[in-house]
């Protein structure tokens, strides 16, 4: 297979637009390929540790709470190994095909002329879109961004790269409501104003038009092999069991405790009123407190008394706003140990400025249409 086999016979105008829906396709396929896998091995791991669950829960406490509460490391463990670990792994092996057959240079330098003006390239929307897959990997792989925009492309993956928790969480949510056709919806919305988040907090010199990239040369495409395949994909899959993995079972001993004192409850309950703001019930601020921790606290939406209070706009909103109000603790540790610090308190309140405000204009606006 050769460049010239493959030329676009697309118009010049439309290539971004097919660059990036096929950019878009390994996560879309990754998470619909994962959830029919894991709806088969969920019930065969649920079998086998709930007997451990019942067993530990009568251990003393704050002990039988961390690992048996309900963000324990056996109630959780399931999640992360049957849901998010298949996801995690199928994306990088379909970016790693991608990577190896130089595809996604032709994709990303077809971006490239739309990204501009946001101060972004296609490089840096491919790791946005490997953050859907886990977000550490995609963070880390920013070292190697331009140092004009690499900053940008950190807050894009923070705010805008639903990794695997927080999009099956969405989708679980939205199956429960009995609204799955909201995912098109939430995603393009959430792609929206991702973009528009990356042009908010890009500098300068990131906008440049006069920027000119070592990818834009002529790529020649070949037909992925299976080795070349997995040598792009393991670095992937070793940062996610490397880092992510020590950090999930840390937060999920940190959100173990602060909810055996009470202290979630807490914040719930101040955070409460505030939900006004975005047309939502008080109801739905512990999904927001918890998910901000981490992402599937989002699944908080799903119990019947919330799901069924809520109209399709409110439950978009939502879920949204849950999303992409804070990253989740492993994202700002890891964004901490990559950036610094000061860095990431930044992010955090930038973040959660843009994710109010829109979140606020998508209950409002959506509540006139």
Not at 137 to 165: D, H, N, W
Not at 204 to 211: E, L, Y
Not at 222 to 229: D, K
Request: proline share 7%; net charge positive.
């Amino acid at each position: 297979m050769t460049g010239s086999a493959l030329s676009s016979p697309w118009p010049r105008a439309a290539r971004p637009f097919w660059a990036l829906l096929l950019l878009l396709t390994p996560a879309l396929v990754a998470v619909g390929a994962a959830n029919r896998l894991a709806d088969r091995i969920d019930p065969w791991v649920r079998a086998r540790t709930e007997p451990l669950t019942g067993l530990l829960t009568s251990w003393p406490q704050p002990f039988a709470e961390i690992l048996a509460g309900d963000y324990g490391f056996v109630t959780m463990g399931p999640l992360l190994l049957v849901w998010a670990t298949p996801v995690v792994v199928l994306h990088a092996l379909l970016m790693g095909a991608y990577r190896s057959s130089g595809l996604l240079d032709r994709l990303t330098t077809a971006m490239n002329p739309w990204l501009r003006p946001f101060g972004m390239t296609g490089r840096e929307v491919a790791r946005v879109v490997m953050g859907f897959g886990c977000n550490v990997p995609a963070v880390i792989s920013a070292q190697t961004s331009p140092a004009c925009s690499r900053g940008a492309c950190v807050s894009a993956i923070a705010f805008g790269s639903a990794c695997s928790y927080q999009l099956g969480a969405t989708l679980a949510v939205f199956a429960v409501a009995g609204r799955t056709g909201l995912v098109v919806a939430y995603l393009l919305f959430l792609g929206a104003t991702t973009v528009a988040y990356a042009r908010l907090t890009a500098p300068r010199a990131a906008r440049s038009p006069f920027i000119v990239l070592s990818t834009e040369a002529p790529v020649i495409l070949t037909w992925p092999r299976p080795r070349a395949v997995w040598l792009e994909a393991q670095g992937v899959v070793s940062e996610f069991f490397r880092r992510a993995l020590p950090v999930f079972l840390l937060i999920t001993a940190a959100a173990s405790l602060l909810n055996w004192l009470g202290a979630l409850q807490a914040a719930s309950t101040v955070v409460e009123p505030a939900m006004a703001i975005f047309r939502l019930p008080p109801e739905a601020a512990t999904a927001v407190v918890l998910a901000s921790v981490r992402k599937d606290g989002i699944l908080l939406l799903a119990e019947p008394g919330v799901a069924a209070s809520l109209s399709a706009v409110q439950l978009l909103t939502a879920v949204y706003l849950a999303g992409v109000l804070l990253p989740c603790l492993v994202t700002c540790l890891t964004i901490a140990r990559e950036q610094g610090r000061a860095f990431a308190l930044r992010l955090v309140g930038r973040q959660a400025l843009a994710a109010t405000g829109f979140s606020a204009l998508l209950a409002w606006g959506g509540a006139w249409l």
